[in-house]
């Protein structure tokens, strides 16, 4: 095992024990609505919000998105699987939710690799997925800084060539109510029908 899928399993393990006190919180509360996905209401280990620029430059947090339901999600645009899989999954999930619905969904893709991920082709990956989807371009600070408040992982892995690495990271997603309030930690790979699921309970709540 290499070092670096060491340090994956050891990052995975840490945000799974941050993510128990919000399973915690959840037993014996019936109040909750009944997500598929885990619910991570009033877990203070996570941030609040994020400031990004996005492939314009102009710097966004959730007040841009006032009233809407916004999911955070973290991949790359050279990522071969995970990554096209859950925007694919979160198009679909915005065409079952309905036009009104989704004018009320807010995804927002944050590149991993800004250093290939360029402006222009990151806005054209993510509209190619849905035209109101939003890229959103750190720089390294930048991504250090919101990657650590969220606690995302992740590392690159050399390729056969410089330009041909690849980027290991966490394959989850944050989404937050449309009071600006965290919700929801989403791991990938799921389908789309609990992402519909959750949704339509934030956006009934």
């Not at 590392?155 to 997603?173: C, E, I, L, N, Q």
């Not at 929801?184 to 799921?190: A, K, M, N, P, T």
Request: aromatic letters at 10%; hydrophobic letters at 45%.
């Amino acid at each position: 095992m290499s070092i670096i899928q060491v340090l994956r399993i050891v990052r995975a393990a840490a945000v799974l024990f941050l993510l128990s006190g919000a399973v915690s919180a959840l037993v014996g509360c019936n109040a909750r609505p009944a997500f598929h996905n885990l619910d991570i209401t009033g877990n203070t280990q996570f941030a609040s919000d994020f400031a990004l620029p996005d492939a314009n430059g102009k710097i966004r947090t959730l007040a841009d998105y006032k009233n809407k339901v916004v999911v955070l999600f973290f991949g790359y645009m050279h990522c071969p699987d995970v990554c096209p899989t859950t925007m694919a999954e979160l198009a679909q999930t915005m065409q079952q939710l309905g036009a009104d619905a989704a004018n009320r969904v807010q995804v927002l893709f944050v590149t991993l690799d800004p250093q290939r991920d360029t402006a222009n082709l990151l806005t054209q990956y993510v509209q190619a997925f849905n035209p109101s989807f939003i890229g959103l371009r750190p720089d390294d600070v930048q991504l250090k800084k919101v990657a650590e408040s969220f606690h995302v992982y992740y590392a690159k892995t050399p390729g056969k060539t410089p330009g041909s690495y690849t980027m290991d990271h966490t394959a989850a997603s944050y989404v937050f109510d449309s009071t600006g309030k965290l919700r929801l930690f989403v791991r990938d790979g799921q389908g789309v029908t609990p992402w519909v699921h959750d949704l339509q309970l934030l956006l009934n709540g």
